[in-house]
């Protein structure tokens, strides 16, 4: 059977818009995995700054001797060279602090607020991360349909989320 011109014109004009609905979806859903992945660095650098960069920064050790109002406090005794002791420093009061209990950690510049040191610190500035990797995840499965690259950003979620569970 011959296929008429206005046939073949309708399928050209029909697999046009197809995929221009496709390049639209892609750079869409492309956008929105970009902007949550920068949320998620964005998030965790303010914390993760101070304890993976802490050349010339004040290190030493915390006794959490209070915590209310969502932060928690203690004396500070300096371990780096040029830190001095100060009576009272301030944690954010999470799950991975403790009342009663000594923690390493990094002051902040300009201020009595301190964060977590070592593994522990590290991984958990970098729990936002985690959160935006399995956020994300899901719209480069659904969005982008790219199946094995969500996998691959969950599992790094959920493996980065684990490990900051475990090392608190």
Do not use: N
């Not at 101070?50 to 915590?67: A, M």
């Amino acid at each position: 059977m011959p296929v008429s011109a206005a046939a073949a014109r309708s399928r050209q004009a029909s697999s046009a818009s197809s995929a221009l609905l496709t390049f639209g979806r892609v750079t869409a859903m492309g956008t929105v995995t970009a902007l949550i992945l920068i949320a998620g660095v964005w998030a965790s650098w303010g914390t993760a700054q101070h304890v993976l960069l802490t050349k010339g920064r004040e290190r030493g050790t915390v006794e959490v001797t209070r915590c209310a109002d969502g932060w928690c406090s203690g004396p500070y005794a300096p371990v780096s060279a040029g830190s001095q002791a100060r009576g009272r420093v301030v944690l954010e009061d999470s799950v991975a602090v403790a009342e009663g209990r000594s923690y390493g950690v990094v002051l902040k510049p300009g201020g009595d607020g301190a964060v977590r040191a070592g593994a522990a610190g590290v991984l958990f500035a970098w729990v936002p991360l985690g959160g935006a990797l399995l956020l994300a995840s899901v719209v480069v499965a659904g969005g982008l349909r790219r199946v094995r690259a969500a996998w691959v950003m969950a599992g790094a979620g959920v493996a980065l989320l684990t490990a900051a569970f475990f090392a608190v």
